[in-house]
């Protein structure tokens, strides 16, 4: 008696229904409702990376065609017809490698063979897989009959490259794209083997399968099946680790959490011992990417987006989420990717990974200039609005901030101080416009109507009314008022007027700023902080919450 002959896992396993199709409902749903409505195309393309099931789906979609019950969305699988498909012997569904037959002669003598009739079902199908292979003398004699083909005749192309594809073919096929299959999908198909199988797995070990096949199912299970020859019926993740050279997960976790954390040692530590274990740092980095891109994800919609990852990483990604904010974990991709191309021609990949990890690390710590300006704004006010009477002495600001940042009058009209308002107004608008030029052109023809309390108030043209919202923004105002602030060497907010009340600027000298209360006028911007010790800056309220902010320290006193 013959021995079977061992069918491998992938073959074994392969979807002979739509429904059994792992990560790809959107394909099959589709196919199902044009055989139930009798909408068939005459060519069809499957786009998609490499094992996520584009011959499969060819395959049962051959059989739907072809089942004697057919066409129907659920083929028997028992008829002569659907075996034949299965076994890839029928004779009316020809499966053609585009890769060894991608010349013209061969093109010419498929032609040749539409125009007989199927032999026994009622279509005769073509799948030519890896489509893109085809020189482009063949793709032009399979134009007219692509077009055009006998009613008898379905084209299945399937390609993971359609960009090589001529767009005279594109245009002659029904195009649908498979996507990579999510990791928890995956798992839970190889859990499925592996009790069929009477292996056992842990879940570290499936997870580091699902990661390592990379959206692919057919790349898992070929793994799995390896697995099964390497280690018999019991498999653990050092297993997987050894064989394929991938990083444990804890191993991963620790690292990210040593780069979110602005832990270099830790970070440096771990990158030594793999490297010394031999792992590939270069799919290492693409995990570590990928890691990041799933905690942008997370942080910006926790639960929405990601139900597609298995529940240990989910967790530890959540657990990531609350000690980071996305614009940090967008910094730390930056950096991350600005490696990726150049680690493949690195002599030394370890150096170069280092470098990555500590410039992520470096990144995390920067601040953005949005940031920095807001920070600013809020401290000032807060700090200003702390400020309690001058009798009592409550809540006093210290003389070197009062000398340093005048408090204004109750009110100073545009008359007494129109120079220099003027001034400081077009300061800060040329400033806008090295950051906004869009917003500076908005701009144009504004004046500064008056100075009231700390408000200066700008007035727009009735005629030109209508750009006040696009000016008004919290970033505008913040620009803005930093800079009339810096100009008039206090604390200033703006608001906007639409009026047509006229403000000439006046011929005399500009007004000196009025004083603080109990301090000296500071007339000449230069002369500020002028007589201050070092001790009187690092005892200044304001600068000393700066310094903790932003962790700064005081460099230098520049007169």
Request: net charge neutral; glycine share 6%.
């Amino acid at each position: 008696m013959a021995q079977q002959q061992y069918q491998v896992l992938a073959r074994k396993w392969r979807p002979q229904q739509f429904d059994e199709v792992v990560g790809q409902e959107h394909v099959a749903t589709t196919l199902k409702n044009a055989i139930d409505q009798q909408r068939l195309a005459h060519a069809y393309l499957f786009v998609g990376p490499r094992g996520t099931g584009k011959t499969s789906i060819a395959r049962i979609f051959a059989k739907a065609l072809n089942c004697v019950k057919g066409p129907t969305a659920t083929p028997c699988d028992k008829c002569d017809n659907c075996k034949e498909i299965a076994e890839g012997r029928s004779l009316d569904v020809l499966e053609i490698d585009g890769a060894s037959n991608n010349g013209v002669e061969q093109v010419r003598e498929l032609r040749d063979t539409v125009r007989y009739a199927p032999a026994r079902g009622k279509f005769k199908i073509y799948i030519i897989d890896e489509v893109h292979m085809l020189s482009a003398a063949a793709f032009n004699a399979l134009l007219k009959t692509l077009e055009e083909p006998p009613a008898h005749v379905k084209f299945l192309f399937a390609t993971t490259e359609p960009q090589k594809v001529l767009p005279t073919i594109l245009s002659r096929c029904q195009r649908f794209d498979l996507r990579r299959i999510p990791a928890n999908l995956i798992v839970k198909r190889l859990q499925e083997i592996a009790r069929d199988e009477k292996v056992k797995i842990d879940d570290a070990a499936l997870l580091a399968i699902a990661r390592g096949a990379e959206g692919g199912l057919r790349d898992a299970e070929s793994a799995l099946d390896q697995l099964i020859a390497f280690c018999g019926d019991e498999i653990a993740e050092k297993d997987v680790l050894g064989v394929f050279g991938l990083v444990a997960h804890k191993q991963l976790a620790t690292l990210t959490d040593a780069i979110i954390n602005g832990e270099i040692n830790v970070a440096l530590k771990v990158l030594k011992e793999l490297d010394e274990a031999g792992k590939d740092l270069q799919r290492l980095l693409a995990e570590l990417l990928d890691h990041f891109r799933n905690l942008l994800v997370v942080t910006l919609a926790p639960t929405d987006i990601c139900v597609e990852l298995p529940e240990t990483e989910l967790d530890l990604l959540k657990a990531q989420a609350q000690r980071i904010d996305s614009d940090i974990v967008l910094r730390i991709i930056d950096a991350l990717a600005a490696a990726e191309g150049k680690l493949r021609y690195a002599l030394s990949k370890r150096i170069l990974f280092e470098i990555a990890v500590v410039t992520a690390i470096k990144a995390r710590e920067t601040v953005s200039l949005d940031a920095l300006l807001r920070k600013l704004n809020e401290l000032k006010s807060e700090l200003f609005s702390s400020r309690g009477s001058p009798d009592t002495g409550v809540g006093a600001p210290s003389p070197a901030l009062s000398r340093a940042r005048p408090i204004p009058a109750a009110e100073t009209t545009a008359s007494t101080t129109s120079v220099s308002l003027s001034e400081a107004w077009e300061y800060a608008v040329e400033h806008l416009g090295k950051v906004t030029p869009l917003a500076k052109s908005y701009l144009v023809g504004t004046r500064p109507l008056r100075l009231q309390g700390n408000v200066v108030v700008i007035g727009f043209d009735p005629e030109f009314a209508e750009r006040r919202e696009f000016v008004d923004t919290v970033r505008n105002r913040e620009l803005l008022q930093g800079k009339l602030g810096e100009k008039l060497r206090m604390n200033v907010s703006l608001r906007f007027d639409v009026t047509d009340e006229a403000t000439e600027p006046s011929s005399t000298p500009p007004a000196p700023v009025p004083k603080a209360h109990g301090a000296p006028a500071v007339d000449n911007p230069a002369t500020a902080g002028a007589g201050k010790n070092l001790d009187e800056f690092r005892n200044d309220p304001l600068i000393k919450k700066a310094l903790e902010i932003f962790k700064g320290t005081i460099v230098e006193v520049r007169r």
